[in-house]
């Protein structure tokens, strides 16, 4: 069964993949498109999905399907994911954002197959990743993603360089980069002359620089970033977050960030806010709750 055959069927939306079933009836947005009428949790998705019907009637990049994710303690469990629905689409730039404690980063380790659901369907170009073995999530996680944390991550003991081709060195990546390449890009953000300064020499910034370089080493279809601009002042903040979307809309790849900002999330594709491990319908309600 194809992705927009399960959308009807299970009536979901097909853009942003939102489970429809419990709506109020009077909530959800129809619109006929082509002679069929679609079902949409808000203006925004029914608008998105007119000014491209053929993308969104396709299959999504990455597909969570009521995604469960629940921790533990004795007796006691908590549910921290809780039947999470959504759709994102290749070459999007889209932004999970939520008050601490909402999921943002439990979801966004679902996504990078950081870690697993506890049940449901966890989908990466059509193939269910959620069961796959751990050498096989290793492999996929070093070919398609690319990590940018809000903690840089760098060994102290490694020089810029060296740790910008770490993941080269625990991965069979795609095609050779020489040195004078990687050398080019050290350059292009302002670092040509700290390659081979180790982390402590250099400032906040220029370590998330090194991250960045060290994310997109492996040449990743999709980046992922968990509040990469939350340990930097908002000038160099803004400077990390142009050189993100610049990679999304300049080079095609796909970019999901986790954020408590709404002025990140002013600037996505799409917004998935969460509360209490369940998406919001409606997407702009980060508005109200991002902070609270």
């Known amino acids: 069964m194809t992705h927009m055959e399960k959308a009807k069927q299970e009536r979901r939306d097909p853009v942003?993949?939102?489970?429809?079933?419990d709506f109020p009836e009077k909530e959800i947005v129809k619109s006929?498109?082509?002679?069929?009428?679609?079902?949409?949790?808000?203006?925004?998705?029914?608008?998105?999905?007119?000014?491209?019907?053929?993308?969104f009637q396709g299959e999504p990049m990455i597909h969570l399907h009521d995604v469960w994710k629940m921790?533990?303690?004795g007796?006691?469990?908590?549910?921290?994911?809780?039947?999470?629905?959504?759709?994102?689409?290749?070459g999007d730039f889209t932004v999970i954002i939520g008050a601490s404690g909402s999921g943002k980063s439990t979801l966004?380790?679902?996504?990078?197959?950081?870690?697993?659901?506890?049940?449901?369907?966890?989908y990466l170009e059509e193939r269910d990743i959620a069961a796959t073995s751990d050498d096989e999530r290793t492999i996929l996680r070093s070919e398609m993603f690319g990590f940018v944390f809000q903690q840089y991550n760098l060994s102290p003991w490694l020089t810029a360089y060296d740790n910008v081709i770490l993941p080269r060195i625990f991965a069979a990546a795609r095609g050779n980069r020489e040195r004078e390449h990687i050398?080019?890009?050290?350059?292009?953000?302002?670092?040509?002359?700290?390659?081979?300064?180790?982390?402590?020499?250099?400032?906040?910034?220029?370590?998330?620089?090194?991250?960045?370089?060290?994310?997109?080493?492996n040449d990743p279809e999709i980046i992922i970033g968990d509040e990469p601009t939350g340990n930097l002042d908002s000038t160099t903040g803004n400077k990390i977050l142009k050189m993100l979307i610049k990679l999304n809309k300049e080079e095609g790849?796909?970019?999901?960030?986790?954020?408590?900002?709404a002025d990140i999330a002013l600037k996505a594709d799409q917004v998935i806010t969460l509360k209490d491990g369940k998406t919001i319908p409606g997407h702009w309600s980060h508005q109200k709750i991002y902070i609270e």
């Not at 942003?16 to 079933?21: A, K, P, S």
């Not at 197959?113 to 369907?121: A, E, I, V």
């Open 16 to 21: 942003c993949g939102m489970d429809l079933t």
């Open 32 to 55: 006929n498109v082509g002679g069929e009428t679609f079902y949409f949790c808000s203006d925004l998705c029914a608008k998105r999905f007119k000014t491209d019907p053929k993308k």
């Open 71 to 73: 921790f533990h303690d």
């Open 75 to 90: 007796d006691v469990t908590t549910e921290v994911l809780r039947g999470i629905n959504i759709h994102i689409w290749k």
């Open 108 to 122: 966004l380790n679902m996504i990078g197959m950081l870690d697993r659901p506890t049940s449901g369907g966890l």
């Open 183 to 217: 050398e080019k890009h050290f350059s292009d953000i302002g670092l040509g002359e700290r390659m081979d300064h180790r982390p402590t020499e250099l400032s906040g910034g220029e370590q998330q620089r090194v991250a960045l370089l060290r994310a997109l080493a």
């Open 253 to 261: 790849r796909t970019l999901i960030i986790v954020t408590h900002d």
